[in-house]
């Protein structure tokens, strides 16, 4: 299952963007606050209960400066997943999207789909007001 969020527009560099990023802390900032949970992070790795779901938890695994951050399901995750963030600098703003890929089972696909596509884009429009 592959979803991938709708892209944003931040008024910062791509630098300021990906170093923002790349500090799982400052994710709380980008979840809905009404729908999580048992919020623990640090900077490489971000764990959280979704209201009414699952715990969640994104490891950093790799990074490629300013313009990708791949993480990976951490632990608690219920399922394996990869997630990359792409930042694409574009005269001084930055074009930003997730593409979450997993290997789940066609049930939990009904199930997550939605909520998932629903979350990454939500990140996506947290991030522009936080940072613009």
């Known amino acids: 299952m592959k979803i991938e969020s709708k892209k944003g527009l931040i008024n910062r560099s791509s630098k300021e963007v990906f170093d923002y ?10 979840l809905p606050k009404d729908k999580i949970s048992d919020w623990e992070a640090d900077k490489q790795q971000c764990s959280f209960k979704i209201q009414g779901a699952t715990t969640i938890s994104f490891v950093i695994e790799s990074k490629e400066e300013p313009s990708h951050i791949h993480m990976v399901s951490g632990e608690r995750s219920p399922f394996k997943f990869d997630l990359n963030v792409y ?6 703003k930055t074009l930003g999207y997730q593409v979450f890929d997993a290997d789940i089972n066609m049930f939990m696909k009904m199930m997550v789909e939605k909520p998932l596509q629903n979350l990454f884009d939500y990140i996506v ?4 007001k936080e940072l613009n």
């Open 21 to 30: 990023l790349s500090d799982m802390n400052n994710f709380v900032n980008l």
């Open 87 to 92: 930042l694409e600098e574009q005269e001084g």
């Open 125 to 128: 429009e947290q991030l522009e």
